[in-house]
């Protein structure tokens, strides 16, 4: 019963994403709830420790309902970043805007921060802490320990509310921080590193909870080493090394950026291919039924020319396009 | 512990009071002493700590049947040169006590003065007038003009308590809001607090909440120690004792006494009387209040530091470089106060430490049973409020920096940094 109003929800949200992508602008704004807001512009940040500037003129703007990834290597400057939006700390020059104005102390109870390194109280009960910090960002007493009890209920710790902290295992506290940080309904949500420590049962059943979220039209931003799951959720992405922004853009565009003609084709038969006139092999290899080749076409040609020339000669099993990964380029930027 | 505590101090207190007032009375030594001076034919008197039984067995019989006899020393006079008296020997199953050979050395040479006096011709009248027990009254002009009377030893007590205390509660208290503080950054909890709270309203959250705690347990402690002592007093004190206490105010107070019968009750009634007497006359409710405020000024001004610290270390272990240089003017103002301040409550050192913020919390309840000018109190609170609103300033800016340095060993030169950070 629960699983299947998951799937439906992720259905509908599939459907609305496709929709949003045909809709055209004035459909947009006459049902209004589907137009882009930008959320949160970060504006030419400057932060500079004693001898290490952390920030140096980083620029982003996330959209509102959309899952941000912050990418970059460790020490990049993702965490100065957040660190500035959950207004840990302050910028030395730049500014945040969100939703239109300056970021300023009222916006602290709309953002919830689950940062990378984490913890709790270790001798307070579960319960009693949830209550704690979600009093703190400003709910009532009643209506925060409602909350706590859906909540629970829903991520099947109903029973760990008279537990104490030092009794739960890791992957049992990350539950209960995630928990914490989405208790008081923020409408901007930052994660940094959100599934290190769960084990994949628990990685998935958080993962649902972020679409189920962002469905309902959370906002997420969400720092991450894991490529996998960046494509798996982000819509945009910037990424940030040696304390800039080097990349950003919607996760299909930089994809579709990265692609260099490569292919890949499978075929069965004797036929050289290796000099030809339409691409240039980069690998060969065998495969069960015949040979594999990768390649690169040269310019002016498409994957169909290839096509024409190898099906007289020999049986195609496969073709396909090579589309980097998020790792690849990840690793290719960061690299240069 | 909270409740425990109490009852410890009041333990601690009966048995003082017990072995104080019983413990030394009781045990009376039984010495064996050999004679064989010819020009101290006098005897030594015995006294309720002492009584001496002249025997006329030979030294060395004696050393042997001493264990089995009911002895506890034997003493032996050989028959030395008045002048040069030597060769006098104390032996016992046990070693003897620093206080008895005092005791006993006192006696001898009382025995030889009194010889040396009657040869020259004072008689034995004269000798028993010139023996007196003296027993100083002090009193002091109150505030009021009133003559109180006051007793160097109470004030002593109560300042002695008071110091203690003072010492005790800023150190316990300033290392439990250091503690929760390092805690809070070893569990990583910190990360999720500040992006919910300043980190400025969290050090202070922690050390007012700590404040409250210690002011709770004082207080506590405070009833629970009056009421437990009140009962340890009756319990451990026997009966005569008390009744010989009671009675003899009863009658000072019932007989509008002349000043002799006065003297006569100080004398019967010993210290102890003397001491609850003037216990009354100091004011307990105001050296209370200002132990309070002292506490509570005292805990912000060092808890603050102690903030600093743990928000600057990655564990405890690390600690002990930063806890000496604010662990040493508290020390020394403990130290100091102790023993100059209590020795000369009105010196220009008292005065000074008094002042000072670093010390004043401790100098200041120490020298409060002696009496203090208003004018000097007032100053000094002042001093130690502008004191506590500097360090909390100061730890504050290391702090909301320290909270979020992880695996950096903090120096005293990156603190500094830290504190010139922008936000």
Redesign the interface.
Known sequence: MYSRTIVTKMLLYLLFKKHFTFCNLWILFATNRLKTLTMLSVKNIVKQ??THRALDDVSLEVEQGKIFGLLGPNGAGKTSLI?II?????P?SGEVIFNGQKLNSNH?NQ?G???E??????KMEIGEQVLY?SK??GLSTSEATKRIKFWFEKLDMATWWNKKVEDLSKGMQQKV?FV?TVLHNPELIILDEPFSGFDPVNADLIKNEILELNAKGTTFIFSTHRMESVEELCDNIALIDKSKKILDGAVDDIKASYRNNTYVIEYAGDTDFTNNALFDVLETSDVKDGKCLKFKLKEGYTANDVLSEMLPKVRINRLAEVIPSMNDIFIERVKK | MTFLTPLIIAGFYGLIIYFSIKGINDKTDKVAVVNQNKTLTEKLTSNKNVTYVYVNDSFESLKKTLKKSDYDYILYLPDFDIDKPAGIELIGTKQAGLSLDGRISDSIEDLIRDYKLKKSGISQTDLDNLKSNVKIDTKKIGDTGKEENSSAGASTIIAFVAGVLMFMFIMLYGVQVMRGVIEEKTSRIIEIMISSVKPFQLMMGKIIGIAMVGLTQFLLWIVLTFSISALAVTVFINKDDAQKIVSSSAQVSAANPSAQQVQAAAMTNGPLGNIQESLQNLDLAKIILVFIFYFLSGYLFYSALYAAIGSAVDSETETQQFMMPVMMPLLLGYALSLSVVTNDPYGSVAFWLSMIPFTSPIAMVVRLPYGVPAWELALSMFILVIGFIGTVWFAARIYRVGILMYGKKASVKEMAKWFWYKN
Do not use: C, S
């Open positions: 420790y004693a660190r959950t207004q840990i700390t302050a030395d602290i953002i921060y689950l940062p390194e984490r913890g709790l109280y270790k910090l703190l960002k921080q914490a």
